[in-house]
């Protein structure tokens, strides 16, 4: 076990999102262990419905959380992930945002509400390399995007 990993609350979607989320990511993605409310609990939850779920995304440790309607998620935090090539931008762009909602600067919210950066490898090294004039025109190209394009960006 890792020994901080991020709790993510959801209403009651805890199980379904991160069946999803498994499914986006593959590889070393899975569901480690499902846990649920028990009987007599006055919860959130009604007895034997979904309260964790343990998971894994690309090796990162997550937890579910179905807590209920109390909170929701917000742009002040959001997964980022490093995206070896326009290939891998293109196909986790198309599934997560399936019924969720795109946003500016490769951002995007999924149908869960959760916000992630979908960022090309190519796009810190622009903006962090030594060239500072070709690091100002890829980040004026970036404002402008939705889903970042690596071939844009590397041609600012």
């Not at 309607?69 to 490093?82: N, Y």
């Not at 962090?128 to 070709?134: E, I, K, Q, S, T």
Request: charged letters at 25%; proline letters at 4%; one cysteine or more.
């Amino acid at each position: 076990m890792q020994k901080i990993r991020p709790c993510l609350w959801f209403d009651d979607q805890a199980e379904e999102a991160a069946t999803f989320y498994v499914s986006v990511f593959g590889g070393d993605s899975r569901i480690e262990k499902v846990t649920r409310w028990p009987e007599g609990t006055e919860s959130a939850g009604s007895a034997g419905s979904v309260l964790t779920v343990d998971f894994v995304l690309a090796g990162q440790e997550y937890l579910g959380l179905n807590g209920g309607p109390q909170f929701h998620f917000s742009e002040a935090v959001s997964l980022s992930v490093d995206c070896v090539d326009q290939e891998e931008v293109d196909r986790l762009w198309a599934k997560l945002t399936e019924g969720g909602e795109e946003s500016m600067c490769g951002w995007l919210k999924d149908r869960y509400g959760l916000s992630w950066q979908i960022v090309p490898r190519a796009l810190p090294e622009l903006l962090g390399g030594p060239d500072r004039a070709r690091a100002d025109r890829a980040m004026k190209v970036m404002m402008g995007m939705r889903k970042l394009d690596v071939r844009t960006l590397l041609d600012a």
